[in-house]
């Protein structure tokens, strides 16, 4: 008897994982530059996220692993989505000071000046487009996107979109990018209904702009001197 109900239930846990696995569906797009673009403008690192419409989004799952490395006068990587709640660490692998700050509308902070071979940290506690800075070094730039939605994805260099584990249900679709635009014909915060089978958004059509972090002030709203010469 105990042999036949061991064997019920594993008959039942089976079926539930595949009804789960099931209920699983994948939206999907693809970035497209409209053609007066040249053929300068990239179609990698576009988000796309979903936002539910009839109910909230499950809390997120913060993390707390993730870096943003300054080395070579450089952020990497250029682009990071995180949970909202998660912690990024800043570490200086460089061999001379950084101030990393961020004073948009995003989370605003200021570590201070730190030296090679230390680290800081920043929380970034709700939905925001953080884009991030050097006060010393005016060609370091990178940005933090945190998501309450665990619904998204970042376009890969063909510009190709894949949101997984999506259940069915009524999503608002939003979209960033740091060097382009959606075209006006292309409504913002589309609202769809993802079936079972899953949902193809089709060509997402943009048009270049220009990046924030191709021209900022310092974390003073000054410019940067044309030709620094500092030390560190």
Known sequence: MTAYLKRDWMIVLAMATCTTFATAAEVT???????????????????????????????????????????????????????????????????????????????????????????????????????IFCNIHPEMGAVVVALSSPWFAISDANGLITIRDVPPARYRVQTWSEQLALSPSIRTNEIIDVPFEGYALGNLEFSPTNAVTSHHKNKFGKDYPPDPRSSY
Do not use: M
């Not at 909230?56 to 989505?81: G, Y």
């Open 29 to 131: 797009a693809k970035v497209h530059v409209s053609a007066d673009a040249g053929n300068q403008a990239s179609v990698a690192n576009v988000v796309v996220w979903l936002t539910p419409v009839d109910s909230p989004a499950p809390r997120p799952v913060p993390r707390t692993n993730l870096r943003l490395i300054q080395k070579n006068k450089e952020f990497s990587p250029h682009l990071l989505v995180v949970p909202t709640g998660s912690s990024v660490d800043f570490p200086n692998l460089d061999p001379f000071f950084h101030n990393v700050f961020s004073l948009f509308n995003g989370k605003r902070f200021d570590l201070g000046l730190y030296e090679a071979g230390t680290h800081r940290s920043v929380t970034f506690d709700r939905e925001c487009v953080s884009y």
